[in-house]
Every structure is written in structure tokens, then in C-alpha cells.
């Protein structure tokens, strides 16, 4: 089963947003948010021209996404925002796979971070980046949306 990464765009945004879902539900264990009263999570990371957005399929059938912010003029580094692979395609390599595409895809400074409680995250990174076979240096802050955090940071040359 390869893997395929697409940019969303309208024709698939309908899918981004299905799965946006069950990230938002999976890690509403740790943020304690809750779905509005339509039963749908606020999403945290728009899906705009600040924002590249991809899809991972298998065989057609959608895995999981990346939603990455873009250089701006406040801030030069890309930054994953959003990061999702469904529970039963974690262990065959493909959130590994889906992040060297995505970091291929946009050379230059690269910051990720954790949330407190997301540990699993933290070594997912870990690996995924130390794979990618680029140093890294990992620190301990605090975000001003998100509170206590881990963060990565690296840099792919193009």
C-alpha cells in the first residue's frame, strides 16, 4: 500500500474537514473541548492562504492530513498545525511517510509542537524527523494559545 499526498483543494476540502473531526475528537481528551451543540468540533487551524493543507490515501481511501502554516512576514518558519492519521494506519509507517513528503514539499525552518499530555506526539516527532535525518533541536515552552509545550525545530534544504 503506497502512499499518495494531495493538496486539498475545494473538490476535496469536504474530506479535510470529515477527518478534521476525528483529530479534533481524538485529542479532546487532552484539550477538553467539546463539539458544539451540531455535534461538530470548532476547528483550531483555518484552511486558508496562510495554510497549505494535504490529504494521505491509501489505495484512494483517506488516512489522515497535514495542515501546515506558511512564512509570513511576523514569522519565517513553516509550522505543522495540524497533523492526523487514523488510529488503524499509525503502525504501517505512514505519518513518517506524509511528513518527509510535506517537509520535502517546502524547503526552510520547520517548528512542531506537543501539548501537554500528548507524549505519544512527542516521540512520533521525534522519530519522524530524526528518520527525515535532519538535526533538530527540541525544547520545552510556553505557547500563548496552547500553553506548555514541546517543540522541534529544523531546517530542510532544498
Given at each position: 500500500m503506497s502512499l499518495e499526498v494531495v493538496?486539498?483543494?475545494?473538490?476535496?476540502?469536504?474530506?479535510?474537514?470529515n477527518l478534521a473531526q476525528a483529530y479534533e475528537a481524538e485529542f479532546s481528551a487532552i484539550t477538553e473541548k467539546l463539539p458544539s451543540q451540531d455535534g461538530l468540533f470548532e476547528l483550531d487551524t483555518p484552511l486558508d492562504s496562510d495554510h497549505a493543507a494535504y490529504l494521505a490515501l491509501?489505495?484512494?481511501v483517506p488516512i489522515g492530513f497535514a495542515n501546515i502554516r506558511l512564512p509570513n512576514e511576523s514569522d519565517s518558519n513553516f509550522e505543522v498545525c495540524e497533523f492526523y492519521i487514523i488510529p488503524a494506519c499509525r503502525k504501517a509507517q505512514h505519518g513518517s511517510q506524509l511528513a518527509h513528503i510535506v517537509f520535502a514539499l517546502h524547503p526552510g525552518r520547520w517548528v512542531i509542537k506537543?501539548?501537554?499530555?500528548?507524549?505519544?506526539?512527542?516521540?512520533?516527532?521525534r522519530r519522524a524527523?530524526?528518520?527525515?535525518?535532519?538535526?533538530f533541536?527540541?525544547?520545552k515552552q510556553v505557547d500563548d494559545y496552547w500553553g506548555p509545550v514541546t517543540m522541534q525545530q529544523f531546517e530542510v534544504i532544498g
Amino acid at each position: 500500500m503506497s502512499l499518495e499526498v494531495v493538496q486539498v483543494i475545494d473538490v476535496n476540502k469536504g474530506v479535510y474537514l470529515n477527518l478534521a473531526q476525528a483529530y479534533e475528537a481524538e485529542f479532546s481528551a487532552i484539550t477538553e473541548k467539546l463539539p458544539s451543540q451540531d455535534g461538530l468540533f470548532e476547528l483550531d487551524t483555518p484552511l486558508d492562504s496562510d495554510h497549505a493543507a494535504y490529504l494521505a490515501l491509501v489505495d484512494n481511501v483517506p488516512i489522515g492530513f497535514a495542515n501546515i502554516r506558511l512564512p509570513n512576514e511576523s514569522d519565517s518558519n513553516f509550522e505543522v498545525c495540524e497533523f492526523y492519521i487514523i488510529p488503524a494506519c499509525r503502525k504501517a509507517q505512514h505519518g513518517s511517510q506524509l511528513a518527509h513528503i510535506v517537509f520535502a514539499l517546502h524547503p526552510g525552518r520547520w517548528v512542531i509542537k506537543q501539548i501537554l499530555g500528548a507524549e505519544y506526539a512527542t516521540e512520533f516527532w521525534r522519530r519522524a524527523i530524526q528518520q527525515f535525518g535532519v538535526p533538530f533541536e527540541q525544547v520545552k515552552q510556553v505557547d500563548d494559545y496552547w500553553g506548555p509545550v514541546t517543540m522541534q525545530q529544523f531546517e530542510v534544504i532544498g
